[in-house]
């Protein structure tokens, strides 16, 4: 009797709230987490918001993995969630699901949010349905990065065939302001040389800055841009500043992400143009 391989699953969640105290101090509310998504808090340097480090246990993603992660701050409260590294997705089995990563995030009335992902890898054959879900209350603002890497190049790597499905959907007050989304499914070195595609990059960022004064970042963050020559662009929508970087070098791209986030969140916040320390070792 052939009996059918059932293969394990990761199936992680983590649910993460912030809120602030009669003192002004922002403080952790409430935890969840299931394996594989585990939640740290390392000691951040003065002045910072509270910091929380979202790591996977598994040492990566495959086809039919989940995690969902909630990344709530509450009003007032000031709070930064990052990845601990670079996320490795591998190469889904025949007729496995996509990997499902979704991110959902609130915050509320004088809140600032910071969700401050690392790359994700994506080898030959991955499969990943990614979905970033903002919902922000007037008076809130927000800094947001996902990046995503289509082999390594210093290791000889090329993502011939797979598919990647990158959404985003922004909200505010309850009403959407913006709502994008990438799809590459099959032969994906011509779909990145298609017109309005990579061109010759392998690596890309969205990284997003909602508030009421994005229009004051708009001049120096297109300044950041001049040196990264034609694959980069910054839009304006109301109070939500859009950037968009492409490279054919990850590492370069990287450095660019660290050096434009760290201008937002300085121009925006006082804050250190330095990003969370994981983002160095």
Same mark, same amino acid.
């Given at each position: 009797m052939n009996v059918a391989l059932r293969h394990q699953r990761a199936d992680g969640a $983590?649910? =993460? $709230?912030?809120?602030?105290?009669?003192a002004g101090v922002s403080r952790l509310r409430d935890l969840y987490q299931r394996a594989p998504c585990r939640v740290l808090f390392p000691e951040g340097d003065p002045g910072e918001p509270l910091q929380a480090v979202l790591l996977t246990t598994s040492g990566g993603l495959t086809g039919g993995d989940r995690t969902s992660v909630e990344f709530n701050v509450g009003v007032g409260a000031h709070a930064t969630l990052t990845t601990q590294a670079a996320e490795k997705l591998y190469r889904a089995l025949p007729g496995a699901a996509a990997v499902e990563c979704a991110v959902t995030l609130t915050a509320g009335s004088g809140a600032w $949010?910071?969700? =401050?992902?690392q790359e994700t890898i994506l080898f030959n054959g991955a499969r990943l349905r990614r979905a970033f879900c903002a919902e922000l209350e007037p008076g809130s603002r927000m800094l947001a990065v996902e990046s995503v890497v289509l082999g390594r190049k210093a290791m000889g790597e090329e993502v011939q065939v797979g598919m990647l499905h990158d959404s985003w959907r922004i909200s505010r007050g309850g009403r959407l302001i913006w709502a994008d989304a990438m799809r590459l499914e099959g032969d994906i070195p011509r779909l990145r040389r298609a017109p309005f595609g990579f061109g010759h990059a392998i690596a890309c960022t969205t990284m997003l800055y909602a508030g009421e004064d994005a229009g004051a970042l708009l001049e120096p963050v297109r300044d950041l841009l001049e040196d990264g020559g034609d694959q980069s662009g910054v839009t304006l929508l109301d109070d939500l500043l859009i950037t968009r970087l492409l490279d054919d070098d990850a590492q370069r791209l990287r450095a660019r992400v660290v050096s434009i986030a760290g201008a937002i969140r300085h121009l925006a916040a006082g804050l250190s143009r330095t990003l969370p320390r994981v983002?160095?070792?």
């Open positions: $983590a649910i =993460l $709230a912030v809120g602030c105290d009669g $949010a910071e969700w =401050l992902a983002w160095h070792c």
